[in-house]
């Protein structure tokens, strides 16, 4: 089997699933954290990351990231029921990567090479799920 070459982006939304903003396709080998400095020119946002954006330090950006069990502590209630919350807030984000899956042609292999095409594409899926969901809330 061949080895694919994945991209990928960092994305944000607001709390009706709306896309706010979408990173610039790099490479699947980039770390989340190398994709969040790309937030710097903001002046503060808050947002809930994974595991990937663990330790992650800036001024203007506060991640919220659930917390980690360690080998000699298990967590405390408090800190379980924080991470039930942040799952439940997660769901949500992983429901609009749902959304954009359907739209096929990112969830295939790109095979055009052009020059920001997979970022384009990305783009253009990211825009048709906010059509839909303005669609959707005006019923």
Same mark, same amino acid.
């Given at each position: 089997m061949q080895h694919a070459h994945t991209v990928k982006n960092l994305v944000i939304i607001d709390t009706k699933e709306q896309i706010k903003y979408l990173s610039e396709?790099?490479? @699947? /080998? +980039?770390h989340d954290k190398r994709l969040a400095e790309q937030l710097d020119s903001v002046k503060h946002?808050?947002?809930? @990351?994974?595991f990937g954006f663990y330790g992650y330090k800036n001024t203007r950006i506060t991640i919220k990231t659930p917390h980690k /069990?360690?080998? &000699?502590? &298990?967590?405390i209630k408090a800190q379980k029921s924080e991470n039930k919350l942040l799952n439940s807030i997660r769901l949500k984000i992983e429901n609009v990567f749902v959304?954009? /899956?359907? +739209?096929r042609i990112l969830n295939d292999k790109i095979r055009n090479y052009k020059f920001n095409f997979a970022h384009l594409v990305m783009l253009i899926g990211a825009q048709l799920h906010n059509l839909k969901k303005i669609n959707l809330s005006h019923g």
């Open positions: 396709t790099v490479q @699947g /080998k +980039i946002i808050r947002f809930l @990351g994974d /069990k360690s080998k &000699e502590k &298990e967590l959304h954009l /899956k359907d +739209i």
